[in-house]
């Protein structure tokens, strides 16, 4: 099979498997992740977003007291949508995000991780001014980049077996910290094996970071050669000890995609009735999405707010994100994009929230139906303001954009989750409304403000 097909079938599926952690401030590495209880709730914090426009939003008021009827969501969409936007009123980027050069005092405060187009070695780009540099690994093994802690202090990845027709068996996760610290263990995966579809076998594993603890794990199973069809069995990891812990939900198959929060106090999940919002601690369902919510195949997309606060999810084939609080109010669908032009259409392919929780990036496949010309799109919407207030074209992209997005710590600027399908890197700077392109293909692994941009 096309070596570019291969790594976008599977970058296509782990989308299934993996949480978009933002990254943030946080304390040094602590061994909780299950101490949580009702007190332990979150607050909602308000920051710096990447428009200049100030403005409050109100979430429900989160309390610890225990919920006591299952609340379903029944609320007609044409009650609760905010109004439409056209695409021609929405500010763009400048240049109509053709890249500029670079310049000579260009710098970032952070270091972005990436790999070369054929996935092989780890680097690192950051530092004013801008400096590369190679990570302490091998520069000619394959790596699974599974990104950086949302604290920014550990990188996790696992290298690949050298023949991708060997049995996957025995991984190893490696987690590098920003002093250099390295642990490394062998991951036991028998426990999967009988859960393996008949006739197909397990090849490989994808990840990211629920908290700063743990890692989703969507370990990538196939049927014979010739059966494009590639499935997931998820679980979760502690990678400091190299263990599989037990699901909170025994209820759910394995092949379940689930949204866990950061703190480990709600999921979703999908049913064939609709979403679910489940209540870890109190072991109940909060809230159900009747409206039709499809489940089917590639199955749904999750993303968490850092402070775990606020909840969004979205159906591959609604293409629509639909906001709750984690109390199970239902905060907003996100509202269609709509253009001068009526044969213009804007399916969703994938959002992320930025670090403070009040915006949203979309990646959109804005589509000419007429002329039959698609461009990748980037969208920034303000939860806040209730509107779009940033798009962008990825230049150099095909008419299918990313799935994620990497914020910077600070929000002043995003780049493309391109792990699974090496791309331009590029950098959106909110800050100047420039897009900057730092590598012309990399397979980008996330951003830290605790990394050194250089190692020795």
Known sequence: MNKRLWVLLLGILVSLATHSCTATDGPEHTRTPFDNDASDTPHVTFSKIPNPVSSTLTLPTITSAPISVTQTMTTTVANTVTPLQM??????????????????????????VYQDSDLTGLY????????????PVSETQKYENMGFSPDGYWLAYSPERE??????????????????????????????????PDLA????WRGNWINNELLYIG???????????IGSLYGILDPFQGIWLDAPLSNLDLSTPIGYSPDMTRVLYPTDEGMVLWDLNQQRQIWTDSR?????????????SADSVIAGYMSYLDRKVILISRDGEFLEEIPEILSINSSMRYPINGFSFSPDGLSVALTVNRYDQEAEIGTSMLYI??????????RCPFFGYPISPPERMFWSPDGNYIIPDTQFWPMPLLVFDFRTGKVFELAEEAGTGGVSDQFPAVWP
């Open 87 to 112: 695409d021609e009123m929405i500010p763009s980027c400048l240049n109509d995000g053709v890249p500029l050069s670079l310049p000579e005092d260009f710098g970032l405060d952070d270091s972005i």
């Open 124 to 135: 690192s780009v950051g530092g004013e001014p801008l400096v590369f540099s190679s990570l």
């Open 163 to 196: 023949n991708f027709e060997d049995t996957f068996e025995n991984p190893i996760i490696i987690l590098l910290a920003s002093d250099g610290t390295v642990i490394e263990h062998t991951v036991d995966i028998s426990s999967f094996t009988s859960h393996v």
């Open 201 to 204: 076998r397990l090849i490989a």
């Open 219 to 229: 370990l990538l199973y196939q049927f014979p050669e010739g059966d494009t069809y």
């Open 292 to 304: 039709g919510f499809s489940v089917a195949p590639p199955g749904p997309m999750y993303d968490w």
């Open 381 to 390: 919407y303000n939860i806040t303001q209730k509107q779009y207030t940033y």
